[in-house]
């Protein structure tokens, strides 16, 4: 069965720095590109970034972009999103997401399946 | 960047009703949508990729329709468990863009 497991949010003050884990499980990690979308409080589902299967291509979201760096080791099967710069407005669940074609398919299209998320809250 | 739009924002239907949801984007992308569904305190599951290709595991009684700027979710026979709020994702070019969502309640 796949799974994804996020870990690493919490409070963090404006300006800081937090990393997100996302660990895989049940499938063969390095064939699948990785996402990571949010989703704030009460509101809807914003991409934020996606990393290829080889971990050499990346894709940020506007509002993100130059502030969040988006990783993957293949031989840990994890994926991780490093945030700096933190702002009121990246208070959101941060959920991992697999993508559902795998190598040598187009990629970071669909999501499924997703991880249950893990909470960043940014405030002084 | 591409916008996807969603209509309507809420619906109410009874068990057994068809609901149709639409999706518009702000340009052609071709088939590269996909629909999801968002239960309370859960994470989003994907129904519908390619716009119209049905997720392993999604029951028949979920379809998606469309190409271009124009799709649609059809719900047939609305069941107990389909109350939750549904969103489309466009695929057709970076950044990946998310409809503001589709809240289908219980009449």
């Known amino acids: 069965e796949v799974q994804l497991m996020e870990s690493g949010g919490g409070l963090v003050q404006p300006g800081r720095s937090l990393r997100l884990s996302c660990a895989a499980y049940?499938?063969?990690?390095?064939?699948?590109?990785m996402n990571w979308v949010r989703q704030a409080p009460g509101k809807g589902l914003e991409w934020v970034s996606s990393?290829?299967?080889?971990?050499?291509?990346?894709y940020y979201g506007d509002s993100v972009k130059g502030r969040f760096t988006i990783s993957r080791d293949n031989s840990k099967n994890m994926v991780y999103l490093q945030m700096d710069s933190l702002r009121g407005e990246d208070t959101a669940l941060y959920y991992c997401a697999k993508d559902v074609w795998g190598s040598g398919r187009r990629q970071s299209n669909w999501f499924d399946p997703w991880g249950q998320g893990t909470l960043v809250t940014v405030s002084s | 960047d591409i916008q996807v739009t969603q209509s309507p924002s809420s619906v109410s239907a009874s068990v057994g009703d068809r609901v149709t949801i639409t999706c518009r984007a702000s340009q052609d992308i071709s088939n590269w949508l996909a629909w999801y569904q968002q239960k309370p305190g859960k994470a989003p599951k994907l129904l519908i990729y390619a716009a119209s290709s049905l997720q392993s595991g999604v029951p028949s009684r979920f379809s998606g329709s469309g190409s271009g700027t124009d799709f649609i979710l059809t719900i047939n026979s609305l069941q107990p468990e389909d109350f939750a709020t549904y969103y489309c994702?466009?695929?057709?070019?970076?950044?990946?863009?998310f409809g503001q969502g589709t809240k289908v309640e219980i009449k």
């Open positions: 994702q466009q695929a057709n070019s970076f950044p990946r863009t």
């Open positions: 990393i290829s299967d080889s971990g050499r291509t990346t």
């Open positions: 049940g499938f063969t990690f390095s064939n699948y590109a």
